[in-house]
């Protein structure tokens, strides 16, 4: 890792573990992205373009036509001066005008990684293990400055990036759009992919060829949401799971996000990504900064595959936080889908029996446990027992379930009110809404306005009060709508655009003081599945309930396509019962729980009404994933098959070390006569002697990655097979 500034090149040069990133400053005042690929040992920028006359293309100078903000890469472009491209920033001015040209000024160079006021970001544990750039650029007209901040880090092959903003001047200046990260390629042939779906169908992958113009990826949700995860990336056409390049950015944050590509009339394109503009702006009172979200930069040339070991290394070490980062994650039984608002005490405190005779951890109590809640239509915001299912309190329930070996979860959905509860009608200005509208309901719930300081406080002592009398140790955080009618009771008019910023930023408040107080309590973030699945919540919570949808077939591609960016570990997987509630599917107990186990295994059915056989095939699985479990939860995951592209499904995971993998294959849809499948391994030590546990045989790494391993005994739909190999010496 190091960063370099040539006082005589005039140029930038950011090392990562294997990435370059170099920025060059032309005429002393352009900042102008020149490289960002793998890593090289000095630059001497041998693509160097000479500058042509282009019509319509304004020149800055003069007496030099061929000089034009136009065709320029631009390191960090804005609006009306020149780049008729998609600006990353655009600010408005008390006149009115929209135009800013920010110069480079200065750099400073500094050890660690300085944290981000008000948001949550990747972070250094010392300062030796990070180095950080800031770069101030000015608009002297308006007092402008920007810094733009970039940390290149000596384990992990990702480069940060952020703007704060500060108004020197005199006069209020609005922010009418701040893109955490724009990069221009000089190159117009590439692929863009992302992840999209909705809600039950999370996170599906799709890949398109970009063509003049732009394509973008957006949310106006007020959440990162189900429809679009916050992550987007560029791939040569020929790039593939294991080969060729690829440039990525993922925005820590979990509200309206816009990423988008623009390939122009030269054949450049133009990457960005940052806060959404729509419906966005933000008043900076001189004196005043705003500090934009994150955006994590990672360059691959390992493919698809590479791209994402590089995400998940960072961001399992370097984004999640306290005890359970590196801890492994209980494996839990939750009673939603056994029961859903229907239980009591006894239900409860059965299924914690049935849990723990089979050996799991942890009984979640999930929706239902507080105020009149026996449907989704009333008391969220009254947090306090429904004394009518739980007439002993939490205290006691959470102390029984203790005393039968499991420790304790539960649910909250604390940024919500129902309309039908006591909240709502002791503070109905509390929601985000706009005087005189309708106030639009989905599932009778409407949002807490937490850009305000009463609602923020009155959301922590509710959550907190709990989390400080009953033995809690773990939480499900729930968020099950959209923001509609978004306004905000406390702004003046001309601030209404800042609300739904304010709102992630209270929210990232809520939970900063909720996990610094219960560093202790592992958190579950949830929003319907996985509709904010995305580096802002995984910065306070280290796992997701991925999706709502819990059938095994399902899930392949869910869990496939989520782990393109966020490690296994920081998924949550049930095994819920058939057929299953979402699709009505009926699956066999061991693929359901072969699919689970890539994740953070759980359940999410009653044991109680299962057949002995199930049972004890369930005791069995809770008994290999914990043999397993390190593995998946910290090791390298290697995709294998895509489920997105055939009937079949495979992935695998490897220890550090390459001394153990857990492969599993999926067989989805069975055709008579079928060719008998074959998987070939990745990532293990190629000299060394594997065995496949469970036989007397043994395999060369080399031989399970070049010819395979063969599928045998598959003889109808929703089959799998998982082997554990382990090391066992050396081929001489
Ligand atoms: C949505 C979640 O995703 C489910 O798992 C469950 O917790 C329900 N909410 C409860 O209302």
Redesign the pocket.
Known sequence: MSITFSEEARCFHLKSRDTSYVIEVIRDRYLVPAYWGSRLSAWNNPSAAPNVERSFSPSVDPEDRTFSLDVLPQEFPSYGAGDFRAPAIQIQQEDGSTITELLYRSHRILPGKPPLEGLPSVYAESDNEAETLQITLVDELIGLEAVLAYTTFRDFDAITRSVTLRNNGRKRLRVLRLLSASYDFSRADLQMLHLSGAWARECHIFRKSLSPGTSSLESRRGASSHQHNPFVALVSPSTDEDTGEVWAMNLVYSGNFLAQAEVDQSGSTRLGIGINPFEFSWDLEPGSTFQSPEAVLIHSNEGLSGMSRRFHSLYRSRLCRGRFRDAERPILINN?EATYFNFDEKRILDLAAEASALGMELLVL??GWFGQRDD?RSSLGDWTVNSRKLPGGLEALARAVNQKGLAFGL?FEPEMVSVRSQLYEEHPDWCLHVPGRRRSESRGQLVLDLGRKEVREYVVHAVSSILRSVPISYV?W?M?RHHTEVGSAALPPERQKETSHRYILGLYEVLQRITTEFSDVLIEG?S??GGRFDPGMLAFMPQI?TS?NTDAVSRLRVQYGTSIVYPPVTMGAHVSAVPNHQTKRVTTLAFRAEVAMAGTLGYELDPGKLPVEEKAQIARQVDHYKRIRGLVQFGDFYRLQSPFTGDTAAWMFVSPDRSKAWVSFYQVRFEANQRLPLVRLKGLDPLARYAMCGTNRSFGGDELMEAGVRVTGIDGDFQSRSWLFERVGKFS
């Open positions: 939603w999930d929706d989704d649910w499900k729930d099950n949830c319907g599945g309930w709502d």
